[in-house]
Nanobody
Framework: QVQLVESGGGSVQAGGSLRLSCAAS????????MGWFRQAPGKEREGVAT????????????YYADSVKGRFTISRDNAKNTLYLLMNSLKPEDTAMYYC???????????????????WGKGTLVTISS
């Protein structure tokens, strides 16, 4: 049984930083595809960043939404079986519930589409004040 447990959310001022963590069990973070998604009140869930397993690159391949490129960094610690999202230069529009997700296939990882993910955590809330 796959379980994904997020942590690290909170309230910070604009310009600040947060690091989200996603502890995985029943799923290895260095396989297939894992990612972070977010959903703001009244909006649809959107892909923030994903990391795709690669046979030649031990660190995998990362994909980012345009809105977070250059500010957010997705990474993983294989030994801890944990996925991270480092968020810098946070903006009020980054306020949302952030979800960790994993997929059985790496095929659609670049799409940052929630429809292609198979497993979900319960989320952690990020609030950015201006």
């Amino acid at each position: 049984q796959v379980q994904l447990v997020e942590s690290g959310g909170g309230s910070v001022q604009a310009g600040g930083s947060l690091r989200l963590s996603c502890a995985a069990s029943g799923y290895s973070v260095n396989t297939a595809c894992m990612g972070w998604f977010r959903q703001a009140p009244g909006k649809e869930r959107e892909g923030v960043a994903t990391i795709r397993a690669n046979d030649f690159l031990s660190g995998g391949i990362a994909y980012y939404a345009d809105s977070v490129k250059g500010r957010f960094t997705i990474s993983r610690d294989n030994a801890k079986n944990t996925l991270y999202l480092l968020m810098n230069s946070l903006k009020p529009e980054d306020t949302a519930m952030y979800y960790c997700a994993a997929a059985d296939s790496r095929a659609y990882c670049a799409a940052l589409s929630s429809a292609t993910m198979d497993y979900w955590g319960k989320g952690t809330l990020v609030t950015i004040s201006s």
